[in-house]
């Protein structure tokens, strides 16, 4: 819908998800974006904590992620290398000079809409 730059589109898609009253859609929005979240963080200790959290929690998200993970495990190796140098390169050309890097922006407008909703309601 003319979003191209990748972070816009991810922020777009979970902004739509938010706002349904579709509970596969809330679910999803909210599984993409603890998702690449958690996928940035890099302290190994940080990370089992907040594992360890969603653990206690939420079984079927493990279960989701556990899926996921399966999933993707497929295309490990040279293919994975070359479609991520494939898409590295349309990203480039598309005029997103960090390529995959972009997706990860998404997590700095996740973090920033965050602080302003807690700002907003006083927290």
Same mark, same amino acid.
């Given at each position: ?6 972070e816009?589109?991810?922020l ?6 938010m706002e ?8 999803s929005?909210?599984?993409? *974006? ?5 996928n940035?963080?890099?302290?190994p200790r940080?990370? @089992?904590?907040?594992? #360890?959290? %969603? ?6 998200t ?6 996921n ?7 490990e190796?040279?293919?994975r ?7 590295? *390169?349309?990203l480039?050309?598309?005029?997103q000079?960090e390529g995959?890097?972009?997706? @990860?922006?998404?997590? #700095?407008? %996740?973090i920033a809409?965050?602080?302003?909703d ?6």
């Amino acid at each position: 819908l003319g979003f191209a730059p990748e972070e816009d589109a991810n922020l777009v898609a979970y902004l739509a998800c938010m706002e349904s009253d579709n509970a596969v859609f809330l679910y999803s929005g909210s599984l993409m *974006a603890f998702t690449y979240c958690y996928n940035a963080v890099t302290d190994p200790r940080a990370k @089992g904590i907040i594992w #360890d959290r %969603l653990a206690e929690n939420s079984e079927e998200t493990l279960g989701d992620f556990s899926g996921n993970s399966e999933a993707w495990s497929e295309y490990e190796g040279p293919l994975r290398k070359t479609a991520e140098a494939v898409n590295n *390169a349309y990203l480039q050309s598309m005029g997103q000079p960090e390529g995959i890097r972009s997706y @990860g922006r998404v997590v #700095d407008m %996740l973090i920033a809409l965050y602080l302003a909703d807690e700002t907003r309601n006083g927290s």
